[in-house]
């Protein structure tokens, strides 16, 4: 039950790297008109009005957050701003509640260390995934001796534990794209067959 008004303080002032930066991450996921993508753990919706935009008037970017709060916010804050092509989805703690090869492209930006059942979540999204599909991740490093205890405490696993879940969920690591000093950004493309066999 988040306080909007707050994570908006919070998520979008320029202080924030990720807000800082999300014009050089929105560059970096190249999306492309008529794509379908989601935004994972979509927060206040920053990043899913902006997809919108890149790919309308044909694409869709469904905003994807476990908070109703964040999902009415994004509902509202998108009908204000005549944008048509975004659709709020109210996920689970296991799954992301997004339809089979649905989407082209999932972007998941400081969320996947808040995943509490990271296969499950990862299963979800691998088969939304469309054959060939991209995930982006952004996330915090956490290494000790360089990032601070609040970040240590709070991000669950770093870069590398990431990686091998990920790849172990189905996905080819592609690149890193460095952009942020305490944040990275990796990319993943959608292998052929998951080891559940979806």
Not at 165 to 194: L, N, T
């Amino acid at each position: 039950d988040p306080d909007v008004d707050r994570f908006i303080m919070m998520f979008e002032g320029e202080s924030r790297a990720i807000y800082k930066h999300r014009f050089d991450i929105l560059n970096a996921l190249a999306l492309e008109p008529g794509q379908d993508v989601a935004d994972i753990g979509a927060g206040t919706g920053f990043f899913s009005l902006m997809f919108a935009e890149k790919v309308a008037p044909k694409g869709t970017v469904y905003a994807v957050d476990i908070a109703e709060n964040f999902v009415d916010h994004i509902r509202d804050n998108a009908r204000e701003h005549g944008i048509k092509n975004v659709k709020p989805v109210l996920c689970t703690e296991r799954d992301a509640k997004l339809k089979k090869n649905s989407v082209d492209v999932v972007f998941i930006c400081d969320t996947y260390h808040h995943f509490e059942y990271p296969f499950d979540t990862m299963a979800s999204i691998h088969k939304a995934l469309r054959p060939g599909g991209k995930l982006m991740i952004v996330d915090f490093e956490r290494v000790k001796g360089i990032q601070n205890d609040w970040t240590l405490d709070h991000v669950r696993c770093g870069k590398g534990t990431v990686t091998d879940e990920v790849k172990d969920s189905g996905f080819d690591f592609v690149e890193e794209i460095s952009i942020m000093d305490e944040q990275y950004v990796i990319v993943f493309r959608k292998r052929d067959v998951a080891l559940d066999g979806n």
